[in-house]
């Protein structure tokens, strides 16, 4: 057979494979065909660590919260991260705005403490409406704000709000989806109300209701976490205080706080509030004095 007639075979074969669509000449097509390629130039992508610890039952015993809060952009490209901040359905929104919250930047997570200063600049709002924490963060890097909440007068007692925390990331006309973390801040009942009773500006008894527990227990009253006076137990059922027995460090004028607190057998103050009310700390002719409510 000539190498003419050979060619002239070879192109008929293929003729007919293709008219008959026969599958080795698909194959022999497809595989014939170019190809394309795309590489991918960047990714934007961000996460958010440790608000899970910002979920806070706020007592007479824990009258504020510090936490820090990590925002972390987990992609290929820098970007600006920022935070929205929500109260989700259900809860006390009194509460959440009650709540007094105060955000900066520290340089670690150890670097938030419940000593830590608050920084000038610091962002400031409430757990209802709390400006955007805003940083500007290259590929990989992180900002760690420590957030401080303290509960106002406002606060309700036995209230609960759950709010939410959203983060996002910008890079351009490229936004991330939302991460969210989510926490609970809760309030302790209102303690029973302290019976007061005055002595002519020189001193005044604090008493309690002391049903339901033993007379051998022992009572200790503070003002702002500060143990005055003697301890009692409820034989004797109150509390004398008089104005030298607060600290100048504690409070040397107007009205404060008292707390009588259950206290164990180390004399340690339990978390059992027996009875809350105020006194006010002046000035008469003969020097200082005190007397109940404000």
Do not use: E
Request: net charge positive; glycine share 10%; aromatic share 6%.
């Amino acid at each position: 057979m000539t190498a003419r007639l050979r060619l002239l075979l070879t192109v008929l074969l293929v003729a007919a494979f293709v008219g008959g669509g026969s599958s080795a000449a698909w194959a022999l097509w497809t595989a014939s065909a170019s190809t394309t390629t795309s590489v991918a130039v960047g990714r934007i992508a961000v996460t958010l660590g440790g608000t899970d610890a910002l979920t806070t039952a706020f007592s007479s015993t824990t009258t504020t919260a510090t936490t820090p809060v990590t925002v972390t952009n987990t992609g290929t490209i820098a970007g600006t991260a920022s935070t929205t901040v929500s109260v989700l359905a259900g809860g006390s929104t009194a509460l959440a705005r009650a709540v007094d919250v105060r955000a900066w930047p520290v340089g670690s997570t150890g670097a938030c403490t419940a000593s830590t200063a608050v920084a000038s600049g610091a962002v400031v709002g409430t757990w209802a409406s709390l400006p955007s924490l805003t940083s500007k963060l290259s590929a990989g890097g992180s900002t760690v704000w420590c957030i401080r909440s303290t509960p106002g007068t406002a606060a309700p007692a036995a209230s609960r709000v759950d709010v939410a925390l959203d983060a996002t990331l910008t890079n351009a006309s490229w936004t991330t989806g939302a991460v969210r973390g989510t926490f609970s801040l809760t309030t302790a009942a209102a303690a029973p109300a302290l019976v007061c009773t005055d002595h002519s500006g020189n001193y005044v008894d604090v008493a309690w209701d002391a049903a339901g527990r033993s007379m051998d227990t022992w009572y200790g009253a503070f003002v702002r976490g500060v143990q005055i006076g003697d301890r009692q137990q409820s034989y004797f059922g109150r509390v004398t205080i008089a104005p030298n027995q607060i600290p100048a460090s504690v409070a040397t004028s107007g009205t404060v706080t008292v707390d009588v607190f259950v206290l164990d057998s180390a004399g340690n103050r339990t978390t059992t509030n027996a009875g809350t009310g105020t006194i006010t700390l002046f000035t008469q002719n003969n020097g200082p004095a005190v007397r109940c409510g404000s």
